[in-house]
């Protein structure tokens, strides 16, 4: 044979070769690629699930209960000043929401008028005028005392020395003293005596007896008239509070605005918290419990106790029912306090001791109605133990082994199984938790 034609045989045999070669690559790559829906199914399903367990714990075990209150001062007074204008307008505001005011101290001025607060544990509910009697009277004699302007009568009857310590008064805050504005009825009465003083000494023999008597009587209606006048207290322009230093708890007080009511609320006393507790909290929360009081805007703290639990009552506005609850703080409350939302955490219930606590999730039930729990041991293999569900607080529960079962600190319970997401709960789980003690 020659050469050349068996140098062509040789080299189209490797040219089939490598064809060969190349289709079966081919082929395996597309077989690759190519996967049933069982398969692709299978990749996406991802990593099976596992069983989840979780430590038991020995511990006291207590219930707590979280709410939101308002703190507040024992008593509040909500004032809205009058005026004699046509409109009542705030003409200067002199103490902000928060601060704290003292006795005498301007709060704000309405219509050019001040409004100012002074020590007296009974309400103010009306005008005090010269001559008028009243426990309120004594209560402004013993105010202006204390404010340094001695009026020198404390009987509770409104005479020429509280007048003229409420002048000093307002001469010390920077204001005119208002007025009963009876001087036309002062010069009348005047007059009345000066021409009675005439008629008696003009007359003779019995019309000097009878112009005495007229002279007497002009004397008397005119002392009367002048008991009745001069410097007097608006209600529009004070109010009582029974202690100090006292708050401006609100306002609605704006420079230039028209009063709208109630202007302003005043609180004085102790501070104490308002809250209000879910119907469904109520056999939890009893007076006596110790409660933590926290401020999450200032990071202050304090302690507590529940003073009052009241009847259940529904809000007007949202139709939501619920029970007012009022915490006193053990001493005296920082006055950061004062005005603000704060937190109340009351330990409601707790166990006698220690005891072993599990998740609520870690509990399932049989046919014959026992409690279990699935224990797992160190080898990994799982019992399931009987116990008593004690109170429960959080997500947790104490457990008591019951028949013999064992349960100690620090061992592992199953909460979830991935068997247990294809049984319902209650018995139907019971089969998958291990057998044995």
């Known amino acids: 044979m020659p050469k050349n034609t ?52 020995r511990r006291v075990l207590t219930s707590t209960v979280l709410l939101r209150g308002d703190v507040t001062a024992s008593r509040t007074v909500d004032v809205t000043p009058s005026s004699k204008e046509a409109q009542a307008i705030v003409t200067a505001v002199k103490a902000e929401q928060g601060q704290e005011i003292g006795p005498g101290r301007v709060i704000l001025e309405v219509s050019g008028r001040p409004l100012f607060a002074l020590p007296g544990g009974k309400p103010a509910y009306r005008d005090l005028r010269p001559g008028a009697e009243g426990e309120d009277v004594a209560q402004l004699q013993a105010a202006l005392k204390k404010l340094g302007h001695d009026p020198g009568e404390y009987g509770g009857t409104f005479g020429p020395g509280t007048k003229n310590a409420l002048r000093a008064l307002y001469d010390a805050i920077g204001y005119e003293v208002p007025t009963t504005g009876d001087d036309q009825a002062v010069s009348a009465a005047q007059d009345r005596v000066a021409e009675a003083e005439d008629a008696l000494a003009a007359a003779r023999g019995t019309g000097a007896r009878r112009a005495g008597e007229r002279l007497e009587r002009a004397l008397r209606d005119l002392a009367q008239v002048r008991a009745r006048s001069g410097p007097m207290l608006p209600v529009g322009e004070f109010v009582f509070l029974p202690s100090f230093p006292a708050r401006v708890a609100a306002t609605q007080a704006v420079l230039g605005a028209p009063v709208k009511a ?8 102790r501070l104490e918290i308002k809250g209000s507790l879910n119907p469904g909290q109520r056999d939890l929360v009893r007076k006596g419990q110790t409660v933590r009081i926290l401020s999450e805007t200032t990071g202050r703290s304090a302690q507590g106790t529940v003073t009052s ?36 955490r009351i330990e409601a219930a707790a166990s006698r001791g220690k005891v072993l606590v599990v998740p609520v999730s870690a509990l399932f039930a049989t046919s014959d109605g026992t409690t279990n729990v ?28 019951e028949r013999g079962g064992t349960l100690r600190d620090g061992e592992r319970v199953v909460i979830s199984r991935p068997e247990d997401d294809e049984l319902s709960p209650g018995g139907a789980a019971a089969s998958t938790r291990g057998t044995g003690q």
């Open 262 to 269: 109630p202007l302003v609320t005043l609180s004085s006393g």
């Open 6 to 57: 068996l140098r062509h045989r040789r080299r189209a045999l490797a040219g089939s070769t490598v064809a060969a070669a190349a289709l079966i690559a081919v082929g395996f790559a597309a077989g690759s690629a190519i996967r049933s829906p069982q398969q692709v199914a299978a990749d996406a399903a991802g990593p099976g699930l596992t069983t989840l367990t979780t430590p038991v714990e």
């Open 309 to 344: 639990v009241g009847a259940l009552v529904q809000d007007k506005d949202t139709g939501a029912s619920s029970h007012p609850l009022t915490v006193t703080p053990a001493g005296a409350l920082d006055a950061g306090f004062a005005g603000t939302n704060v937190q109340l």
């Open 374 to 401: 699935v224990r797992v041991l160190p080898s990994g293999e799982q019992r399931t133990v009987p116990v008593t569900a004690g109170m429960s607080a959080g997500g947790m529960v104490a457990v008591t082994p």
